[in-house]
């Protein structure tokens, strides 16, 4: 089926926004020639080259919509991406997944080893707050700070590694509900909120219907994450497949099967919608918030 | 042999410090009630009852000499603390120094086990940031975004985690003076130089003889590691003695001895104290920087 013209064009924009992500990430971190040189040569083989760049592309979105300097975008989004990079490192590890392919090449313990995976997430988080640091990224240096607390807050022990301590005891278990909705907002919705967030601090103060955005798409991504962990193979994915169900996590899709857990996604993605009307007053044909809307789409209806 | 009374003074002020930001840690660290209550209290275990505190003992003399509001320190020095408490989680992991004993404790993933304790360290490191982002700790918040960026620097691949990439890869090898001195000033050091320069950015600029004071005290504090990693017993340590020479590490001990090692520790230390002459214009005495001469002191003269 040949794509829409609208189709065409957002598949072009993330193509651009793709692409000017990974120059950026290439140029913010350190050389493959800097001593320590092995541990940048695996920074940057974790960074680069990978993934759909979805934070990122959130954070562009909510940033083109409140009219940000792209080159303070570039440098947002690579903050955001280098948290995002750093977690999938340590997540591999044996004494966590034990996962040994990541985006369809070995994982960083495999190609490099255990400690240096260590070392790598651990100097790829430290990178991100770097950058959100050493760069003027908003008018002001208190909005700034707010950044920095944004990011701080999305991947600690209440944000995305609190998340990641939950998923650890789930195994076994049976979730309510609710219990699955706390984790799954902090393992991967705290970061995907913080990516649109941070887009938005880019040029002020962020419009609370923005915020609600990015907690209704983040929970969103993890719904269809686990739907597409069952369903999807292993070579679509990129990652092992059906990793949750073999290991006994509790998933939206154990919960309460995969036709109810599509169907609160779906749900997700009007209300991410939803949110952004109030953005469109002025603008009843809503072209301000399209790329909003059409990530919220192809992070519901993706395949992979 | 009875204390001076400048000695007994110093371990007055040594103690009050430690007891102050021992309460300031517990009140920073997320409640071991709160989830995920596990990770929260392993979080707790890693930072509380620890240490020294050489760190924070640090960042309150640099801080007291230039006037800054204790309060400011508190958080300064708990945010120094924390990315010391992570790196040692880390550090004690299978993957890399595979240590059971730490400060006479079992080590977080002995207590609890390796996942915990790889989400704690990097749990630390977000809260460190966050209490850097979220406090008022400056008079600007451009000198606060610059607190950021030095202890997110101090932490990363070009200080901390960098020198225990180096540290990792040199096992078997023999180092050179400028080698040795290259891993110690990133894997030690930066952060006891980072430690010195926040507790001075809380009152404003950081003076450049404490740059000075902390680099030199900094490589003269790793120096003493070495040195008593040989001469130590387990006991005195609280952590496993003469690993680095078991490992085949190369250290200041094993490239030229205990001897010149102490020699150029103590250079350092002579060092450290003519930085500090320059703040002690106006003020013959030096009792400004009486605190810091003590510190430096006690970090080259300690016997564990």
């Known amino acids: 089926m040949p794509a829409s013209p609208t189709e065409a064009d957002f598949a072009a924009w993330m193509g651009s926004i793709q692409t000017r992500v990974e120059g950026a990430l290439a140029r913010s971190l350190p050389g493959p020639q800097h001593a320590p040189a092995r541990l940048h040569q695996a920074m940057r083989y974790a960074a680069l080259e990978g993934g759909k760049r979805v934070r990122p592309l959130l954070t562009f979105a909510a940033g083109e919509l409140v009219g940000a300097d792209p080159a303070r975008l570039d440098i947002a989004a690579c903050a955001v991406e280098m948290i995002h990079a750093y977690s999938l490192v340590h997540d591999d590890l044996p004494c966590m997944d034990d996962d040994v392919l990541r985006r369809g090449k070995p994982t960083v313990h495999v190609e490099y080893d255990e400690a240096t995976a260590l070392l790598v997430g651990d100097a790829l988080q430290a990178l991100a707050f770097q950058l959100l640091a050493e ?135 009007r209300d991410a919608h939803a949110a952004l009307d109030t953005l469109d007053t002025f603008d009843k044909l809503g072209q ?7 990530l919220a789409d192809f992070i519901v209806l993706r395949r992979f």
Do not use: W
Not at 288 to 294: A, F, S, V
């Open 135 to 269: 760069n003027t990224l908003a008018d002001t240096a208190v909005i700034q700070l707010e950044m920095l607390r944004t990011l701080a807050i999305a991947s600690g022990s209440r944000g995305m590694a609190g998340g990641q301590a939950i998923d650890l005891e789930a195994t076994g278990k049976t979730f309510s509900q609710p219990e699955l909705e706390f984790m799954h907002v902090r393992k991967t919705g705290a970061l995907i909120s913080a990516a649109v967030k941070l887009g938005a601090l880019c040029a002020g103060p962020c419009p609370a219907a923005l915020e609600q955005y990015g907690r209704r798409v983040g929970l969103a991504f993890q719904i269809v994450d686990d739907v597409l962990d069952m369903e999807a193979s292993t070579a679509t994915l990129g990652k092992t497949a059906g990793k949750d169900s073999k290991q006994g996590k509790p998933t939206y899709v154990s919960a309460m099967g995969v036709a109810r857990a599509r169907q609160i996604a779906e749900e997700l993605r």
């Open 288 to 294: 301000r918030t399209q790329r909003l809307r059409q």
